[in-house]
């Protein structure tokens, strides 16, 4: 209410604080989470206010982002961002201030939790055009390690539970976008395994899709990030599953021949002990 009612008069610093306040009431329990997005006035309508507002500071468009990622990681009550104009609200922030890496930092998180909230909400972010502004956060934030992961994280959720996604996503240049997100980050082995997992996603889709993972240099893209960081079994699980994928996809000898088969066999040798690099190697 005081941020309903207090509007423009009230000083940022204020408003951000109400805003950090409800994400953290938000975060205490689904009821509670419940009554805030039911709220009079609305919650989410407030928040969308106040971001519509041409001069807001960056600061405020971070903090209501947060509400809407914190909203959507309470389950299915994700949904009442949709209608108030959330989603167009997230994405309107990211354009308005492309620069700016907490922005950009607050947007990825918020559709990386919408995208894995419902899949309706998922729909509503790629309807509103997420895919093609995370697919080009690399040209401006080419090494912000936490936003290029989160928008790998997000594309690989929704190239998985939307089959339809998958498409727009190759034709926009995803298979390119992981790859060199990856070769800019080497050192980074979070976004090692975002990229990787969005490579495994595009490439099991189709044997076209693999093929074309193959050719773009994917398998190598495996090798550089396994020498990178040779202690690291998650990541070498993630790898192996990725040549399963490729394989699967009758491009095995392709993926043999630019050095699948040499990958599998070093890290199941690696990983004698770790019964999921193991099963992954099987694949």
């Known amino acids: 209410r005081a941020l309903h009612d207090g509007g423009r008069r009230l000083p940022v610093t204020t408003i951000c604080d109400g805003l950090r306040c409800l994400q953290q009431l938000v975060k205490l329990s689904r009821s509670v989470a419940t009554k805030v997005v039911g709220s009079d006035p609305a919650a989410v309508d407030v928040c969308v206010e106040l971001v519509s507002w041409r001069d807001t500071e960056p600061s405020i468009h971070v903090e209501a982002m947060g509400l809407f990622e914190a909203i959507a990681d309470a389950g299915s009550i994700g949904n009442a961002l949709i209608d108030p104009g959330a989603v167009e609200a997230t994405l309107d922030s990211m354009?308005?201030?492309?620069?700016?890496?907490?922005?950009?930092r607050a947007g990825t998180a918020a559709i990386l939790a919408?995208?894995?909230?419902?899949?309706?909400?998922?729909?509503?972010?790629?309807d509103a055009g997420c895919v093609?502004?995370?697919?080009?956060?690399?040209?401006?934030?080419?090494?912000?390690?936490?936003?290029?992961?989160?928008a790998l994280q997000a594309l690989k959720g929704l190239v998985v539970d939307l089959a339809e996604v998958g498409d727009l996503v190759s034709a926009g240049g995803g298979l390119q976008f992981a790859l060199q997100v990856a070769r800019g980050n080497p050192k980074s082995g979070e976004v090692q395994e975002a990229a990787i997992g969005l490579l495994a996603g595009l490439a099991s889709r189709s044997s076209a899709g693999a093929e074309a993972a193959v050719s773009a240099g994917a398998i190598k893209a495996l090798m550089v990030a396994i020498e990178a960081f040779p202690a690291q079994p998650g990541l070498h699980e993630q790898v192996l599953r990725t040549v399963a994928s490729v394989a699967r996809r009758n491009v095995a000898d392709q993926a043999a021949s630019s050095g699948g088969l040499t990958i599998t066999l070093k890290l199941v040798a690696l990983h004698l002990d770790n019964i999921s690099v193991q099963e992954a190697g099987i694949q």
Do not use: G, I, K, Y
């Open 132 to 150: 093609d502004l995370l697919l080009r956060l690399n040209v401006r934030h080419p090494h912000a390690e936490v936003v290029l992961t989160q």
């Open 114 to 126: 919408c995208a894995r909230a419902t899949r309706l909400l998922a729909t509503a972010f790629v």
């Open 95 to 104: 354009r308005s201030f492309p620069d700016d890496e907490s922005v950009q």
